[in-house]
């Protein structure tokens, strides 16, 4: 299984980005789709995930009334509309993709990953 993420660049505080997911295969397929971030010298971090094709969606804290993660069947797409970014967005996104019926925010619950795409939030 393969994912690829895309969508990440430079962009200024108080903008927004939209990042991509494409799994391999259908995204009806995986249980939990998810985006999680990770810095230099900090651990992945947990983002948002969408579960059970759509019907439930769950966001960190920090991103939560900014990020809305959301999938299209039909594209077989997963995505990310970050919004009102701020420098601590700043990060390596990588989209993931789990097949059993787990907790969408911890990483042990995803089975496939993506390469990464970096999301630079300049002040």
């Known amino acids: 299984v393969q994912l690829q993420a895309s969508g990440g660049g430079v962009v200024q505080a108080g903008g927004s980005l939209r990042l991509s997911c494409a799994p391999s295969?259908?995204?009806?397929?995986?249980?939990?789709l998810g985006w999680f971030r990770q810095t230099p010298g900090k651990g992945r971090e947990f983002v948002s995930a969408?579960?059970?094709?759509?019907?439930?969606?769950y966001y960190a804290n920090s991103v939560k009334g900014r990020f809305t993660i959301s999938q299209d069947n039909t594209k077989n797409l997963l995505h990310l509309q970050m919004n009102s970014l701020k420098p601590e967005d700043t990060a390596v996104y990588y989209c993931?993709?789990?097949?059993?019926?787990?907790?969408?925010?911890?990483?042990?619950?995803?089975?496939?990953w993506g390469q990464g795409t970096l999301v630079t939030v300049s002040s």
């Open positions: 993931a993709a789990g097949s059993r019926r787990a907790d969408g925010s911890t990483l042990g619950s995803y089975d496939f």
């Open positions: 969408i579960s059970w094709s759509g019907g439930s969606t």
């Open positions: 295969g259908r995204t009806v397929d995986y249980y939990n």
